[in-house]
T-cell receptor, first 111, second 115 residues
Protein backbone atom coordinates (compact mmCIF):
# COMPACT_ATOMS: atom_id res chain seq x y z
CA UNK A 1 0.00 0.00 0.00
CA UNK A 2 0.92 3.66 -0.09
CA UNK A 3 3.46 5.00 2.40
CA UNK A 4 2.91 8.40 4.00
CA UNK A 5 5.77 9.93 5.95
CA UNK A 6 5.63 13.15 7.90
CA UNK A 7 8.51 15.21 9.22
CA UNK A 8 9.58 16.30 11.68
CA UNK A 9 7.87 13.99 14.18
CA UNK A 10 8.06 16.63 16.91
CA UNK A 11 8.36 20.40 16.79
CA UNK A 12 8.68 22.93 19.61
CA UNK A 13 8.07 26.56 18.68
CA UNK A 14 8.16 29.86 20.46
CA UNK A 15 4.95 31.82 20.04
CA UNK A 16 5.21 34.01 16.96
CA UNK A 17 7.59 31.71 15.09
CA UNK A 18 7.00 30.29 11.61
CA UNK A 19 7.35 26.62 10.68
CA UNK A 20 7.03 24.16 7.82
CA UNK A 21 5.70 20.62 8.10
CA UNK A 22 6.33 18.10 5.35
CA UNK A 23 4.40 15.10 4.02
CA UNK A 24 5.96 12.67 1.54
CA UNK A 25 3.95 9.95 -0.16
CA UNK A 26 4.98 7.00 -2.26
CA UNK A 27 2.34 6.85 -5.03
CA UNK A 28 0.10 9.05 -7.16
CA UNK A 29 -2.84 10.48 -5.24
CA UNK A 30 -6.15 12.10 -6.08
CA UNK A 31 -6.87 13.35 -2.58
CA UNK A 32 -4.60 14.89 0.04
CA UNK A 33 -5.83 16.45 3.25
CA UNK A 34 -4.21 18.11 6.25
CA UNK A 35 -5.80 17.79 9.69
CA UNK A 36 -5.13 19.26 13.12
CA UNK A 37 -5.89 17.14 16.18
CA UNK A 38 -6.28 19.13 19.38
CA UNK A 39 -5.25 17.79 22.81
CA UNK A 40 -8.82 16.50 23.39
CA UNK A 41 -8.71 14.34 20.28
CA UNK A 42 -10.87 16.39 17.91
CA UNK A 43 -9.63 16.28 14.32
CA UNK A 44 -10.27 19.38 12.24
CA UNK A 45 -9.89 19.43 8.48
CA UNK A 46 -7.48 22.22 7.53
CA UNK A 47 -7.04 21.74 3.79
CA UNK A 48 -8.21 19.55 0.94
CA UNK A 49 -5.29 20.01 -1.42
CA UNK A 50 -4.51 17.28 -3.99
CA UNK A 51 -2.43 19.85 -5.89
CA UNK A 52 -1.58 23.54 -5.87
CA UNK A 53 -1.51 26.07 -3.05
CA UNK A 54 -4.17 27.23 -0.63
CA UNK A 55 -4.20 29.70 2.23
CA UNK A 56 -6.45 30.01 5.25
CA UNK A 57 -5.46 32.77 7.64
CA UNK A 58 -2.06 32.01 9.14
CA UNK A 59 -1.97 28.56 7.57
CA UNK A 60 -1.14 27.69 4.03
CA UNK A 61 -0.43 24.46 2.17
CA UNK A 62 1.24 23.46 -1.06
CA UNK A 63 1.10 20.08 -2.78
CA UNK A 64 3.47 19.17 -5.60
CA UNK A 65 1.76 16.01 -6.80
CA UNK A 66 4.36 15.21 -9.49
CA UNK A 67 7.09 15.14 -6.83
CA UNK A 68 4.88 13.42 -4.24
CA UNK A 69 5.06 15.82 -1.36
CA UNK A 70 3.01 18.43 0.44
CA UNK A 71 3.99 21.22 2.82
CA UNK A 72 1.99 22.91 5.57
CA UNK A 73 3.14 26.35 6.65
CA UNK A 74 2.26 27.84 10.00
CA UNK A 75 3.04 31.54 10.34
CA UNK A 76 3.06 33.63 13.53
CA UNK A 77 2.30 30.52 15.59
CA UNK A 78 -0.01 30.74 18.59
CA UNK A 79 -0.40 28.43 21.59
CA UNK A 80 -3.72 27.27 20.13
CA UNK A 81 -1.77 25.81 17.19
CA UNK A 82 -0.43 23.12 19.52
CA UNK A 83 -1.53 19.58 18.77
CA UNK A 84 -0.81 16.94 16.16
CA UNK A 85 -0.89 17.67 12.44
CA UNK A 86 -1.76 14.79 10.13
CA UNK A 87 -1.44 14.43 6.40
CA UNK A 88 -3.71 11.87 4.72
CA UNK A 89 -3.83 10.69 1.12
CA UNK A 90 -6.03 8.61 -1.17
CA UNK A 91 -4.31 6.67 -3.93
CA UNK A 92 -5.52 7.08 -7.51
CA UNK A 93 -5.13 3.31 -8.01
CA UNK A 94 -7.03 2.33 -4.87
CA UNK A 95 -10.48 0.81 -5.10
CA UNK A 96 -12.87 2.34 -2.65
CA UNK A 97 -12.51 5.63 -0.81
CA UNK A 98 -9.69 5.06 1.60
CA UNK A 99 -7.52 7.73 3.25
CA UNK A 100 -4.12 6.62 4.54
CA UNK A 101 -2.76 8.76 7.35
CA UNK A 102 0.82 9.64 8.12
CA UNK A 103 2.26 9.33 11.59
CA UNK A 104 1.73 13.01 12.36
CA UNK A 105 3.86 15.94 13.52
CA UNK A 106 3.38 16.84 17.18
CA UNK A 107 3.64 20.61 17.61
CA UNK A 108 4.03 22.45 20.90
CA UNK A 109 3.88 26.23 20.82
CA UNK A 110 5.28 27.83 23.97
CA UNK A 111 4.12 31.26 25.16
CA UNK B 1 -18.71 21.82 15.89
CA UNK B 2 -17.88 19.83 12.77
CA UNK B 3 -21.38 18.59 11.96
CA UNK B 4 -20.51 15.05 13.07
CA UNK B 5 -21.60 13.87 16.51
CA UNK B 6 -20.60 10.75 18.40
CA UNK B 7 -21.99 9.10 21.53
CA UNK B 8 -20.92 8.14 24.07
CA UNK B 9 -17.77 10.23 24.47
CA UNK B 10 -16.28 7.82 26.98
CA UNK B 11 -17.00 4.12 27.50
CA UNK B 12 -15.59 1.57 29.91
CA UNK B 13 -16.60 -2.02 29.26
CA UNK B 14 -15.65 -5.47 30.38
CA UNK B 15 -14.52 -8.13 27.96
CA UNK B 16 -17.86 -9.92 28.09
CA UNK B 17 -20.05 -6.84 27.56
CA UNK B 18 -21.89 -5.78 24.43
CA UNK B 19 -22.07 -2.07 23.63
CA UNK B 20 -22.64 0.17 20.62
CA UNK B 21 -21.07 3.40 19.45
CA UNK B 22 -23.24 5.85 17.54
CA UNK B 23 -22.32 8.44 14.94
CA UNK B 24 -24.55 10.97 13.19
CA UNK B 25 -23.64 13.46 10.47
CA UNK B 26 -25.64 16.59 9.66
CA UNK B 27 -23.69 17.57 6.53
CA UNK B 28 -25.61 15.78 3.79
CA UNK B 29 -22.64 13.56 3.00
CA UNK B 30 -23.01 10.17 1.33
CA UNK B 31 -20.08 8.32 2.89
CA UNK B 32 -19.23 7.51 6.51
CA UNK B 33 -16.13 6.00 8.09
CA UNK B 34 -14.93 4.37 11.31
CA UNK B 35 -11.30 4.85 12.38
CA UNK B 36 -9.32 3.51 15.32
CA UNK B 37 -6.57 5.59 16.94
CA UNK B 38 -4.32 3.77 19.40
CA UNK B 39 -1.55 5.38 21.37
CA UNK B 40 1.62 5.89 19.34
CA UNK B 41 -0.01 4.61 16.11
CA UNK B 42 -1.37 6.35 13.01
CA UNK B 43 -5.10 6.45 12.47
CA UNK B 44 -6.31 3.13 11.09
CA UNK B 45 -9.31 2.99 8.79
CA UNK B 46 -11.73 0.24 9.89
CA UNK B 47 -14.83 0.53 7.71
CA UNK B 48 -16.19 2.67 4.86
CA UNK B 49 -19.85 3.01 3.94
CA UNK B 50 -20.83 4.65 0.66
CA UNK B 51 -24.58 5.21 0.17
CA UNK B 52 -25.19 2.78 3.06
CA UNK B 53 -23.18 0.04 1.36
CA UNK B 54 -20.01 -1.19 2.98
CA UNK B 55 -17.16 -0.64 0.53
CA UNK B 56 -14.21 -1.27 2.80
CA UNK B 57 -13.49 -3.64 5.66
CA UNK B 58 -9.86 -3.20 6.55
CA UNK B 59 -9.35 -6.71 8.00
CA UNK B 60 -11.17 -5.79 11.18
CA UNK B 61 -11.90 -8.63 13.68
CA UNK B 62 -15.51 -9.80 13.77
CA UNK B 63 -15.93 -8.59 17.37
CA UNK B 64 -16.43 -5.17 15.69
CA UNK B 65 -19.67 -5.10 13.72
CA UNK B 66 -20.67 -1.95 11.80
CA UNK B 67 -24.19 -0.94 10.83
CA UNK B 68 -25.27 1.89 8.53
CA UNK B 69 -29.08 2.15 8.38
CA UNK B 70 -29.00 5.36 6.29
CA UNK B 71 -26.53 7.93 4.98
CA UNK B 72 -26.67 9.98 8.20
CA UNK B 73 -26.19 7.32 10.85
CA UNK B 74 -23.43 4.84 11.57
CA UNK B 75 -23.06 2.40 14.43
CA UNK B 76 -20.23 0.22 15.67
CA UNK B 77 -21.41 -2.76 17.70
CA UNK B 78 -18.85 -4.15 20.11
CA UNK B 79 -18.79 -7.58 21.75
CA UNK B 80 -16.21 -9.70 23.57
CA UNK B 81 -13.51 -7.09 23.13
CA UNK B 82 -9.91 -7.45 24.27
CA UNK B 83 -7.88 -4.97 26.35
CA UNK B 84 -5.81 -4.13 23.23
CA UNK B 85 -9.00 -2.77 21.66
CA UNK B 86 -8.84 0.17 24.06
CA UNK B 87 -8.44 3.24 21.84
CA UNK B 88 -10.08 6.39 20.52
CA UNK B 89 -12.73 5.48 17.94
CA UNK B 90 -13.41 8.22 15.43
CA UNK B 91 -16.26 8.58 12.98
CA UNK B 92 -16.01 10.72 9.86
CA UNK B 93 -18.10 11.61 6.84
CA UNK B 94 -17.48 13.05 3.38
CA UNK B 95 -18.89 13.47 -0.09
CA UNK B 96 -17.90 10.73 -2.49
CA UNK B 97 -18.22 10.91 -6.26
CA UNK B 98 -17.11 7.87 -8.19
CA UNK B 99 -13.63 6.84 -7.09
CA UNK B 100 -12.89 10.20 -5.46
CA UNK B 101 -13.68 11.36 -1.97
CA UNK B 102 -13.50 14.92 -0.65
CA UNK B 103 -12.96 16.67 2.66
CA UNK B 104 -13.52 14.40 5.63
CA UNK B 105 -15.14 15.78 8.74
CA UNK B 106 -14.58 14.01 12.05
CA UNK B 107 -16.65 13.58 15.16
CA UNK B 108 -15.14 14.14 18.62
CA UNK B 109 -14.50 10.43 19.13
CA UNK B 110 -15.37 7.81 21.73
CA UNK B 111 -12.56 6.94 24.14
CA UNK B 112 -13.01 3.24 24.83
CA UNK B 113 -11.40 1.37 27.70
CA UNK B 114 -11.73 -2.41 27.85
CA UNK B 115 -11.08 -3.87 31.30
Amino acid sequence: GIQVEQSPPDLILQEGANSTLRCNFSDSVNNLQWFHQNPWGQLINLFYIPSGTKQNGRLSATTVATERYSLLYISSSQTTDSGVYFCAVEMIKAAGNKLTFGGGTRVLVKP
Amino acid sequence: ETGVTQTPRHLVMGMTNKKSLKCEQHLGHNAMYWYKQSAKKPLELMFVYNFKEQTENNSVPSRFSPECPNSSHLFLHLHTLQPEDSALYLCASSHVYGRSSYEQYFGPGTRLTVT
